[in-house]
């Protein structure tokens, strides 16, 4: 999958404050995805994004 910074990722499991939607800030190896309901940040595996991704809206 091709991923940019700035777009909103759905992913599969709900964040302990209700939001499935993150915005990436970073792409490589790892990525930077931040929660749209909290604010949270978090570095997650590649791998683990592309497995886990439902939707990807285009920034």
């Known amino acids: ?10 992913l599969k499991k709900k964040h302990p404050c209700g939001s499935q939607e993150w915005e990436v800030l ?5 990525f930077r995805l931040k929660c749209s309901g909290c604010g949270h940040q978090i570095m997650v595996p590649r791998k683990l994004v592309e497995k886990n991704v439902r939707a990807v809206k285009k920034a």
């Open 1 to 10: 999958m091709d991923f940019e910074v700035g777009d909103i990722v759905k």
């Open 26 to 30: 970073r792409v490589g190896a790892d």
